[in-house]
């Protein structure tokens, strides 16, 4: 595994100029033999390209889907692409796999490799973690080059728009400030292995229902102000060498073929210099495509049709797409190689060692940062290793933990006890409900080991509402599956999981419920339960990780990087874009093919009303109170805040001193909000955080430079992000909406590009 950097301090939020140094300064420890300057590689490609004839060119525009590939190189093995290099050249073949979660292997398509397998996004979002989220990306990236791949589909960056997305769990959350830096470094760590990474998926593809044809809305300075920062600021951060777009349109035109997204946003405005490969089924058309910035199709046979190869050879010969923009979409796809190394660090052609134990490690520790501790009445946690008598009830807790479906889905070290077939349903070609081989049972003994401790799979509530009387402590583990290419129906827990909970609840006041989910679940017995654990889909080493939660052994840390809705009529859109009524339609109007991966006759039209007002922003400006807010969650010690310094004028800077007022060693995000917006009204926005671990009676100062484009609005007509000048309210707090401490920043008027 390459070496490992770990940042002394993060400074996370800073002004524009600053937060680029910045990034290159974090950067150099891992990445100066890594990464090649972006000039450079960009006169490097430009000679490859010239040396490339017209043949070569069109082969590198587009790649194979391996499980559905008639033409079968004796180096191409089931994953997620492949696209055949020039060896005359040594430019190489592009071996593509999945990677959200660790090297993916959906339905064991390569039957017996394993790889380590990450918690769910949300977790690491959870951990307000920069440097963990670079080891983390590190680690997968390390996993694949011994794998043989070298681009990996990462960098999930879509936000949370509504708690019921079937994907939201592979994505970092609702905030764009915290999503584009945690997906940036982790970008940065797996290109630090000279493999490629994508960031996906451009974009506004929130949900997964019909997200093949839906048409996104929303207004440019909108977009601007929230998804597309989340994107800008990864991109910034991590440098990945290539961007997926994403099956929607936008406004009207297909994201593979958005003259304004690709064109006019990603290249003009960003200056990124990568390449745009589709998704896998996203593209639509040759000469439109290219013209309108996609760089590579990807997967051709998911697509309708051959779009690029013979038909875009045509396309050059008519004139229809000119020689020159082949010759670019080359230069893009070779700036990738070779600015991330890949060129000049070829990847193994035969597997290589990989340590598994290590890697687990870095597993569990983003298991342990990443759940939330979301209620702790009593002191019911940690719970004593005296208990006499413990009943876990639930969920598989004796087995396993849950991991998220579809084509993150990783085939984790140690297997999977439980693997349910999908009978039915848009996701059942390629995804299983799947749990990881880590029990909870197991650990929860080995941290108690005087105690009697017994499981039941709480199929029958009065069974379990028995055994909790008899016990000291009952813990309920509670799932809800979710997965690629279905939204969930209902914000409930599944089957009779609510009527569990409260059966155990009230036969023993000491229970603590523990939630595998992929996103927020309704929680009708809340009031009767002392103590909850929002723990995600806690990857591989999951059941070790909670039950060290459980018992105290390591303390809670982690936030909530999305706001969980007290009611479904909380969200923007009570029902996803007429969720069932849309299912029903596009089943029958569906006459065959795999969910995804072909087109549609329905195209609906889905307004995102709330604009920018994304997650917290929306609750706060409309005084929603949710059942769980944005940034909030529990430690077993206590956090003050005192010391605020507010400087303003041209750059704004904040900052405090974060104090450990408890018995025990522990983690805090303290988080530093403003009001902002003269276009759409005041809302309140995340501008800075920092994680700080202290000792008991241990201070800290924390300082936070903010980037000025959280604090703007976005000039459409100027082109420009604007900062008026005037006074700003500022509040650290320890989650969206709370204020420990309160100021006001004096800016002066600032402009910066877009």
């Known amino acids: 595994m390459t070496s490992i950097h770990r940042a002394t301090q993060w400074g996370v939020a800073t002004t524009l100029p600053l937060l680029l140094l910045a990034t290159a300064a974090d950067a150099r420890q891992t990445q100066t033999q890594t990464a090649v300057p972006a000039d450079a590689a960009e006169g490097r490609a430009d000679t490859l390209v010239r040396r490339m004839t017209r043949d070569e060119q069109l082969r590198y525009v587009f790649g194979y889907f391996p499980p559905m590939s008639k033409d079968r190189p004796a180096d191409m093995i089931p994953s997620a692409g492949y696209v055949p290099g020039v060896p005359r050249l040594n430019i190489p073949t592009l071996r593509e796999s999945d990677a959200s979660l660790g090297v993916a292997n959906q339905i064991e398509q390569r039957k017996g490799d394993v790889a380590t397998a990450l918690p769910a996004s949300l977790a690491l979002a959870a951990s307000f973690d920069p440097d963990l989220a670079f080891r983390s990306g590190a680690m997968i990236g390390a996993e694949a080059r011994a794998k043989t791949f070298n681009v990996l589909l990462a960098g999930g960056v879509n936000l949370t728009r509504d708690p019921w997305g079937g994907r939201t769990f592979e994505y970092l959350g609702e905030d764009p400030l915290l999503a584009g830096i945690m997906a940036g470094e982790s970008i940065r760590g797996v290109q630090s292995n000279h493999i490629v990474s994508t960031v996906k998926h451009l974009a506004l593809n929130p949900q997964e229902t019909l997200r093949t044809t839906m048409d996104a809305r929303i207004g440019e300075a909108d977009l601007r102000e929230s998804d597309l920062l989340a994107f800008q600021i990864a991109l910034e951060r991590g440098r990945p060498g290539s961007v997926m777009c994403s099956y929607n349109k936008l406004d009207g035109d297909w994201a593979c073929e958005n003259d304004f997204l690709l064109n006019q946003v990603l290249k003009r405005d960003w200056g990124y210099r990568g390449w745009v490969m589709s998704d896998w089924g996203a593209v639509h058309s040759t000469v439109k495509a290219a013209n309108a910035g996609l760089d590579q199709q990807s997967g051709r046979e998911l697509d309708k049709a051959m779009y690029f190869g013979k038909p875009l050879a045509d396309a050059v010969a008519a004139g229809t797409v000119s020689p020159a923009r082949l010759a670019d979409m080359n230069r893009r796809i070779l700036w990738g190689v070779v600015s991330t190394g890949l060129i000049d660090h070829p990847v193994s052609t035969t597997a290589q060692t990989i340590d598994y134990a290590a890697n687990a490690r870095v597993a569990q520790e983003a298991a342990e940062k990443g759940a939330v501790l979301l209620k702790n009445d009593r002191g019911v946690l940690p719970l004593?290793?005296?208990?006499?008598?413990?009943?876990?009830?639930?969920?598989?807790?004796?087995?396993?933990?849950?991991?998220?479906?579809?084509?993150?889905?990783?085939?984790?070290?140690?297997?999977?006890?439980?693997?349910?077939?999908?009978?039915?349903?848009?996701?059942?070609?390629?995804?299983?409900?799947?749990?990881?081989?880590?029990?909870?049972?197991?650990?929860?003994?080995?941290?108690?080991?005087?105690?009697?401790?017994?499981?039941?799979?709480?199929?029958?509530?009065?069974?379990?509402?028995?055994?909790?009387?008899?016990?000291?402590?009952?813990?309920?583990?509670?799932?809800?599956?979710?997965?690629?290419?279905?939204?969930?129906?209902?914000?409930?827990?599944?089957?009779?999981?609510?009527?569990?909970?409260?059966?155990?609840?009230?036969?023993?006041?000491?229970?603590?419920?523990?939630?595998?989910?992929?996103?927020?679940?309704?929680?009708?017995?809340?009031?009767?339960?002392?103590?909850?654990?929002?723990?995600?889909?806690?990857?591989?080493?999951?059941?070790?990780?909670?039950?060290?939660?459980?018992?105290?052994?390591?303390?809670?840390?982690?936030?909530?990087?999305?706001?969980?809705?007290?009611?479904?009529?909380?969200?923007?859109?009570?029902?996803?874009?007429?969720?069932?009524?849309?299912?029903?339609?596009?089943?029958?109007?569906?006459?065959?093919?795999?969910?995804?991966?072909?087109?549609?006759?329905?195209?609906?039209?889905?307004?995102?009303?709330?604009?920018?007002?994304?997650?917290?922003?929306?609750?706060?400006?409309?005084?929603?109170?949710?059942?769980?807010?944005?940034?909030?969650?529990?430690?077993?010690?206590?956090?003050?805040?005192?010391?605020?310094?507010?400087?303003?004028?041209?750059?704004?800077?904040?900052?405090?001193?974060?104090?450990?007022?408890?018995?025990?060693?522990?983690?805090?995000?303290?988080?530093?909000?403003?009001?902002?917006?003269?276009?759409?009204?005041?809302?309140?926005?995340?501008?800075?955080?920092?994680?700080?671990?202290?000792?008991?009676?241990?201070?800290?100062?924390?300082?936070?430079?903010?980037?000025?484009?959280?604090?703007?609005?976005?000039?459409?007509?100027?082109?420009?992000?604007?900062?008026?000048?005037?006074?700003?309210?500022?509040?650290?707090?320890?989650?969206?909406?709370?204020?420990?401490?309160?100021?006001?920043?004096?800016?002066?008027?600032?402009?910066?590009?877009?």
Do not use: C
């Not at 004593?384 to 876990?392: E, G, L, Q, Y």
């Not at 909870?440 to 080995?446: E, G, M, T």
């Not at 209902?490 to 569990?500: I, N, W």
């Not at 339960?529 to 303390?555: C, D, E, H, S, T």
């Open 384 to 754: 004593a290793r005296t208990a006499r008598r413990i009943v876990v009830i639930g969920a598989h807790a004796d087995v396993g933990v849950l991991s998220g479906g579809g084509s993150s889905q990783v085939r984790s070290v140690g297997g999977a006890p439980v693997e349910i077939p999908l009978t039915e349903g848009a996701a059942s070609s390629f995804a299983r409900i799947t749990w990881h081989a880590s029990s909870p049972l197991a650990a929860i003994r080995a941290m108690a080991p005087g105690a009697t401790v017994t499981y039941l799979d709480g199929l029958d509530p009065a069974a379990a509402a028995a055994a909790a009387r008899k016990a000291d402590l009952a813990i309920v583990f509670a799932w809800q599956w979710r997965t690629e290419a279905q939204d969930v129906e209902s914000l409930a827990l599944p089957g009779l999981q609510d009527t569990l909970i409260d059966a155990v609840a009230g036969a023993n006041r000491n229970t603590a419920v523990v939630l595998e989910t992929g996103g927020p679940v309704l929680m009708p017995w809340l009031n009767k339960v002392p103590a909850v654990l929002q723990a995600w889909y806690p990857g591989q080493r999951g059941g070790q990780a909670i039950a060290n939660l459980l018992f105290g052994a390591v303390n809670p840390s982690g936030k909530l990087p999305m706001t969980f809705p007290a009611s479904i009529e909380q969200a923007p859109r009570p029902v996803i874009a007429g969720l069932a009524e849309m299912k029903a339609a596009d089943s029958a109007r569906t006459s065959g093919g795999t969910y995804g991966m072909v087109d549609r006759e329905l195209s609906p039209v889905v307004p995102y009303e709330e604009g920018a007002a994304v997650g917290y922003r929306g609750y706060l400006k409309q005084g929603k109170r949710p059942l769980f807010p944005f940034g909030h969650g529990l430690s077993y010690t206590s956090f003050r805040y005192d010391g605020l310094q507010v400087e303003g004028g041209a750059e704004l800077r904040i900052s405090f001193t974060v104090t450990n007022t408890g018995r025990v060693a522990g983690a805090d995000v303290p988080q530093i909000y403003a009001t902002a917006g003269r276009r759409a009204g005041p809302t309140t926005r995340l501008i800075g955080f920092e994680r700080v671990a202290l000792a008991p009676g241990e201070r800290r100062r924390v300082s936070v430079a903010v980037d000025p484009r959280l604090i703007a609005d976005y000039d459409v007509t100027g082109r420009r992000w604007h900062v008026a000048a005037g006074r700003y309210p500022v509040t650290v707090g320890h989650f969206a909406g709370d204020a420990a401490l309160s100021g006001t920043a004096t800016l002066t008027e600032r402009s910066v590009k877009p």
